[in-house]
């Protein structure tokens, strides 16, 4: 995936990885598969788990991290947050973003 810059995050489909690239001209995050659901993104910093979320394989980069924070924030929380202010919302975001922006 030529000119796309691959994000250091686990993403499973059906128990297999998924890899995941952010392209920073269009801020949108994609996917080399195609899936129904996404079961569970899980990063260094344990990212979430048991979530079922239907995705398609490329997403807006504001969707991407409401899902991606939603072990740790309720939607109403993450639904009046800003791109700029999620990008910002916690170290681990920060660093899997650092330099990709």
Known sequence: ????????????KN??????YF???????????NFDE???AVGPDDWMRNTSVEISQKI????F????LSKDFTQDELAKKSLDELLCINSKIV?????KL
């Open 1 to 12: 995936m030529d000119g796309f810059v691959k994000l250091d995050i686990d993403i499973k």
């Open 23 to 33: 392209d920073s001209t269009t801020k949108t995050v994609l996917f080399n598969s």
């Open 15 to 20: 128990s297999c990885p998924v890899e995941c």
């Open 95 to 99: 660093k899997l973003f650092k330099g």
């Open 65 to 68: 991290l409401r899902i991606i």
């Open 60 to 63: 807006p980069l504001e969707d």
């Open 38 to 40: 996404l079961t569970s």
